[in-house]
């Protein structure tokens, strides 16, 4: 028997029909035809489909209005946009109207009357108020001095591409937390949030999103904002069980103290626990993957006196913003009948797109000065692994090396030289690229960060790198223009010296160990699921552990983030983490469990107290119950297999 | 069974005029975009209307009488299975206690058997009875056809054929949702059960409540969580 994507059977000539169609498809695109020479050759209207051809037609293998699949989205035209610089968060004052309350250290619970729920969500769990909770640890000792306001929206008009073969999108997102949508409307990436350590900030969030069916029948308007990789309480770090409604807000206060600050480096923690490149997203129990997609995410960077976003200073990193940018990865499907972006609610396995967008446009272009840059590259997801590399699509044979300098949030030792690197949901690597020497060594004018892993489903990629200069792997192409101009920032190849690493010498108190296993198509984490009113164990606070963690669920690879703290890896398969040819050395979040993994993790847990999370970040198998919960208190347990 | 060209799916949907836009008037410089309204877009995905028979031998048709504009539970099984229909079976018993007097009232629970040719209805009314099945609880069976395009179109099915052959192995989630707002989740069968009825609550009433109303109406479920 065969079926289409909608589940309707199809007889064997059809279904032959309907597989050419996509191997003819398939051909073109690999051939590299763009729009214009598909028109030009007759196969595309001026619509943007391709004509109605025997094994040509555009929907003759199923790929309808309605149907959300990889390989039916519409055809787009790769560099016609350039890439969106991302605004700052403006900082506020406590006399803004959004500050009519200032935040406080316990939640501010009293019932709206207009909508019949608490003014702030903070205290709530699972929705379920709990009086008394989720107060601020140490907001007394480290007094906010840095206010701002971000306000979840949706907006009706947002520009993916100027590709007229696709829609204005109805995304959700975060604005800069003004009130007219006219003049600050909801944005993807929500606008990179810029804080220094040291000085303890306050954002406010407000859920504005819209109640009712939502547009393309994905996205749910209960919302919690994770702030992906910082040392924050769980009051403020945004876990799946504490998620507010629409009507609501909820205050995210942050140290922005290094871990230790309590324990032992007060009174503002260890400066090599410093962290960088983080990021924020939606993070509701079951539905993170669906309203993460629909928009609700975007970076925060953290600078020190180090890192100081300033490149005459410090470490002499490439200057914030000008020479120092964010991109933001995100693989999308779009509906080819109403052009907008699409999502399966239904789907077990993980989403991978078609189409590649950074900072929210598909496929940009950026036009980069002879100097080098830093970039923040981020694996926004849903279930998508990336390796990436440097290419020179006018001499795509060419091996270009850049510098690694960052794993995740956090900058390694010295920087290492790679051609390559790989990235799992949610990892992150900040990367020196010199366009200079690029243009001198390789007479590059310009240069595609391409993908080459490939991956065709959600379980896993399939491990095969393909070949260099195929443009629909391309993400952003750097168009190299100008004369060398003056460069302050540091040389990677002069070995600079960031952090040094924590040392990973103390004996942990415990080894604790966790396999990520699948049956009957069921996540499971030790043969348990997520639950929001089960906490699996207890780690004693200011101690050192030792996780094993093991992916025993066959032919799938879970990139598994642990909230709170960040670990080093000790071994991977028996082994001690490489540098080479992929970087897994340095702090991470994130770890990628690929096929038959098992990995050991050095943790130090230290200042906050209570519960976190542990899960698989392709965000379609966290939403069905790849994750747990664990907590910190004074008193840990002994239990080695939670 | 349901044999569908694209043209009689477009005018299914009301899309033809759209199908002669784009095929045949290349000339239109802007492509005209046809957004199905979220539910629609959903039934189209998803819901298919066979007609289906319950464990009581009523037939019934799927989208019309079971979906539209309800609060629902979804799962798969079959009367003979050893492995884990049994668990879970046993678990949305618990399930069913846990929500009280609403399923039946506003939430439903629909078993679709992997098994058409051996679970007739009688078959099927055997294995309700066998687990104290309260009311709003219904056991499906239909033709194979028609249960194996439903099992698809609810995404009951492994990527890789011959995983999806073995039904000893059939995935073992819940589907639940509120059709009005278009909202679906889905959780392991084996979770545990009070988590899943606050699972279940949270979807279908979690459009219209408050977490003021919600403290009363769950004041048990929530009494549980403060005690921890």
């Known amino acids: 028997m065969y079926f289409n994507i909608f589940g309707y059977k199809l007889s064997r000539r059809r279904w032959k029909e309907a597989l050419s169609a996509q191997k003819n498809r398939q051909e073109l695109i690999t051939a590299g035809l763009g729009r214009r020479e598909l028109f030009k050759l007759g196969l595309l209207t001026s619509g943007g489909y391709l004509v109605a051809q025997s094994g040509l037609s555009a929907w003759a293998d199923g790929c309808g209005p309605g149907v959300c699949q990889l390989g039916c989205s519409p055809p787009t035209t790769p560099f016609i946009d350039p890439l969106t610089i991302v605004p700052i968060l403006p900082e506020r004052q406590l006399t803004d109207p959004g500050f009519a309350t200032p935040p406080s250290v316990c939640p501010n619970n009293a019932i709206n009357p207009a909508t019949q729920l608490p003014f702030e969500g903070r205290g709530q769990f699972n929705g379920v108020l709990r009086p008394g909770t989720d107060c601020f640890q140490f907001f007394n000792q480290f007094p906010p001095q840095k206010f701002f306001i971000e306000r979840m929206r949706q907006n009706t008009n947002f520009r993916i591409t100027s590709d007229p073969n696709i829609a204005p999108q109805t995304i959700w997102g975060f604005n800069q937390g003004g009130i007219d949508p006219t003049t600050d409307p909801a944005i993807f990436p929500g606008p990179t949030i810029v804080t220094r350590y040291q000085t303890p900030m306050v954002v406010r969030r407000f859920n504005e999103l819209p109640s009712g069916a939502p547009a393309g029948g994905f996205g749910v308007p209960e919302t919690s904002t994770h702030l992906h990789n910082f040392h924050s309480g769980p009051e403020s770090d945004g876990g799946p069980c504490r998620w507010f409604f629409s009507g609501q807000y909820f205050d995210y206060y942050h140290t922005m103290q290094q871990a230790g600050f309590s324990f032992d480096f007060p009174p503002t923690g260890d400066v090599n626990e410093t962290l960088s490149t983080l990021w924020y997203h939606d993070h509701r129990v079951d539905h993170t993957a669906e309203n993460v997609y629909k928009g609700l995410a975007g970076f925060h960077l953290i600078f020190n006196q180090f890192d100081t976003g300033d490149e005459t200073t410090g470490f002499h990193l490439p200057s914030f913003p000008q020479f120092d940018i964010p991109l933001f990865l995100a693989d999308k499907l779009i509906d080819p009948g109403s052009g907008q972006i699409c999502f399966d609610t239904f789907g077990f396995d993980g989403l991978v797109g078609d189409k590649f967008l950074v900072n929210g446009k598909i496929q940009p272009f950026f036009e980069v000065q002879k100097r080098r840059y830093r970039f923040r590259v981020l694996d926004g997801g849903p279930s998508r692994f990336y390796q990436f590399f440097l290419t020179n699509p006018d001499n795509p044979g060419q091996s270009i090396p850049f510098w690694q300098i960052a794993n995740d949030g956090n900058l390694l030792p010295t920087p290492i030289q790679v051609t390559s690197a790989r990235i799992g949901v949610a990892e992150r690597v900040d990367v020196i690229i010199d366009f200079n020497q690029i243009a001198q060594a390789f007479g590059a004018t310009r240069l595609w960060l391409e993908n080459r892993l490939e991956q065709v489903n959600g379980r896993a990629p399939t491990g095969k790198i393909l070949p260099a200069g195929q443009i629909q792997n391309a993400l952003v192409e750097f168009r190299i223009t100008g004369n060398p101009v003056a460069d302050g920032s540091v040389d990677p190849a002069t070995g600079p010296q960031f952090y040094n690493l924590p040392s990973t010498t103390p004996t942990p108190r415990i080894t604790r160990n966790f396999k990520f296993e699948r049956s009957n198509g069921q996540w499971a984490i030790n043969g348990q699921f997520m639950d929001c009113n089960v906490i699996r164990f207890t780690v004693q606070r200011n101690s050192v552990e030792k996780w094993v963690l093991q992916n025993s669920s066959g032919g799938w690879q879970h990139p598994i983030h642990i909230h709170f703290e960040e670990f080093q890896l000790l071994s991977i398969d028996g082994q001690p983490p490489p540098s080479s040819p992929l970087v897994q050395t340095g702090r991470k979040d994130v770890i990628r469990l690929e096929f038959g993994t098992t990995a050991e993790l050095f943790f130090r847990f230290r200042d906050f107290r209570n519960d976190y999370p542990m899960h698989c970040h392709n965000t379609v198998h966290e939403d069905h119950a790849m994750m747990l919960l664990w907590q910190i208190q004074d008193v840990g347990d002994n239990n080695i297999e939670p | ?228």
């Not at chain 2, 056991?139 to 056809?145: D, E, I, N, Q, Y």
């Not at chain 2, 249960?147 to 009951?156: A, D, Q, S, T, Y």
């Open chain 2, 1 to 228: 069974m349901i044999a569908m060209t694209r043209r009689s799916w477009l005018a299914a949907v009301g899309l033809a005029p759209l199908a002669a836009t784009a095929a045949e008037n290349p000339k239109s410089q802007q492509r005209t975009f046809q957004n199905i309204p979220p539910r629609e877009l959903l039934r189209l995905r998803h819901f298919p209307n066979s007609e289906l028979v319950t464990h009581q031998g009523k037939k019934v048709r799927f989208y019309d009488d079971l979906i539209k504009g309800r609060k629902v539970v979804i799962n798969f099984m079959y009367a003979k299975c050893e492995g884990i229909c049994v668990p879970v079976t046993a678990n949305l018993v618990k399930v069913q206690k846990i929500l009280k007097g609403r399923v039946g009232r506003d939430i439903f629970m629909y078993s679709i058997t992997l098994k058409p040719e051996e679970d007739t209805p009688e078959v099927l009314n055997k294995y309700a009875r066998t687990f104290h099945v309260g009311p709003g609880w219904l056991f499906l069976t239909g033709k194979p056809g028609d249960i194996e395009v439903l099992r698809r179109k609810l995404g009951f099915v492994y990527a890789d054929p011959i995983e999806d052959a073995d039904k000893s192995n059939h995935i073992g989630m819940l589907r639940f949702g509120n059709e009005m707002f278009a909202r679906w989740a889905a959780c392991p069968g084996q979770a545990h059960a009070d988590w899943i009825a606050i699972s279940i609550l949270s979807e279908v009433d979690g459009p219209t409540r408050t977490a003021a109303k919600q403290t009363t109406r769950n004041g048990s479920l929530a009494a549980k969580e403060n005690g921890k």
